[in-house]
C-alpha cells in the first residue's frame, strides 16, 4: 500500500447500521459532519465506480466553505449508496436463500 496514492490507513473503523425507520437519518445528521468520519454521499449513489468522488463528502472542510454551507443544495450528504455497495459487495442485498419469508414468520 502506498501512503500518498491510497492515504492514511484506517485504524479502528466505524460503520453505523439500521433499518428502516429506526432513527438512522437523525444519527448521521449528527456524526456526518465531524471530521474524523466519511461516508458515502449521493455522489457515490450517482457514481459508484468513481473513487474520487467520496472525496468530495469533506469539501466542506476546505476554505472558503464553512459549517452554512453543508446544508446547501448540491453539496455532499449521507445516503445508502446500494450502487456502490453493490459495486464493493456483489450479491449484498439479494436475499439468502433458504431464509424464512415473512409468510412464513407471520404463521
Not at 446544508?71 to 439468502?96: D, I, Q, S
Request: net charge positive; proline share 12%.
Amino acid at each position: 500500500m502506498n501512503a500518498a496514492v491510497d492515504g492514511p490507513l484506517i485504524d479502528r473503523p466505524v460503520f453505523v447500521v439500521g433499518t428502516g425507520r429506526s432513527g438512522l437519518t437523525p444519527l448521521m445528521d449528527l456524526i456526518a459532519y465531524h471530521p474524523a468520519f466519511g461516508w458515502p454521499s449521493q455522489y457515490n449513489e450517482r457514481l459508484p465506480r468513481v473513487r474520487a468522488v467520496s472525496a468530495l463528502s469533506r469539501i466542506v472542510d476546505i476554505p472558503p466553505f464553512d459549517s452554512r454551507v453543508k446544508f446547501a443544495r448540491g453539496v455532499p450528504k449521507h445516503t445508502e449508496a446500494y450502487p456502490l455497495w453493490a459495486r464493493c459487495f456483489p450479491g449484498f442485498a439479494v436475499p439468502a436463500s433458504g431464509a424464512p419469508d415473512a409468510a412464513a414468520r407471520a404463521t
